[in-house]
């Protein structure tokens, strides 16, 4: 009985493609870009806060 011939690795596999293809993280990122420019003053104004009250608090 012989057995079926394997595929060679770097032909066929679905899961392979859609890991390494870029257009998931292009999305995120693109995503992501969009709502920091929209939430951009909101976002500096919570970092500042964040740094201040930790400064304050006497933890530096």
Excluded at 5 to 10: F, Y
Excluded at 31 to 55: K, Q, R, V
Aim: no cysteine; charged share 10%; hydrophobic share 40%.
């Amino acid at each position: 009985m012989s057995r079926p011939p394997s595929r060679a690795r770097g032909s066929g596999g679905g899961v392979r493609t859609l890991l390494t293809d870029p257009t998931l993280p292009v999305a995120v990122l693109g995503t992501a870009a969009i709502a920091t420019a929209l939430y951009g003053p909101m976002l500096t104004w919570a970092i500042t806060g964040g740094l201040a009250g930790y400064s304050l608090s006497g933890s530096v």
